[in-house]
């Protein structure tokens, strides 16, 4: 458990709100597999699990942006960045949405999936 608390403490200190609600997801995912541990004695792992994948995410992120030169690269938006046409059925926000914002919507996909199958 000191390893989630030490977590907390460092994005309290060291990002903004906008870094701790993108990190919020995949800490959220092993809080929730710890408390589930701690009451059932045994440890379930959802599919994609925070002390695994979630761990080579970030890991894949950071190296990701030390390629690229920093943190800006996160703030284009994903669609037109990647190649990606803007098609009719797309909704303009959507087309727009940043890297960042994607993150947190993988983030959030991922913990209801583990929610589920825990």
């Known amino acids: ?7 907390v403490r460092r994005y309290l200190f060291f990002c903004s709100s906008l870094g701790y609600l ?3 997801p995949a ?6 597999q710890t408390w589930d541990e701690y009451h059932t004695k ?11 994948e979630g761990i080579l995410i970030l890991v894949a992120v950071y190296a990701f942006t030390a390629i ?3 943190a800006s690269f996160w703030q ?3 669609f037109p960045t ?5 098609y009719a059925f797309i909704p303009e926000y959507i087309y727009n949405l940043p890297f960042n914002e ?14 589920v199958q825990s």
């Open 22 to 24: 993108l990190t919020f």
């Open 1 to 7: 458990m000191e390893d989630s608390h030490d977590s």
């Open 82 to 86: 990647v190649g990606i046409p803007k």
């Open 27 to 32: 800490l959220l995912t092993f809080y929730v």
């Open 76 to 78: 284009q938006a994903m």
């Open 42 to 52: 045994t440890l379930t792992l959802g599919l994609i699990s925070g002390p695994v």
């Open 102 to 115: 994607w993150y947190m919507v993988q983030g959030g996909f991922v913990l209801a999936l583990n929610t």
């Open 68 to 70: 690229k030169g920093g």
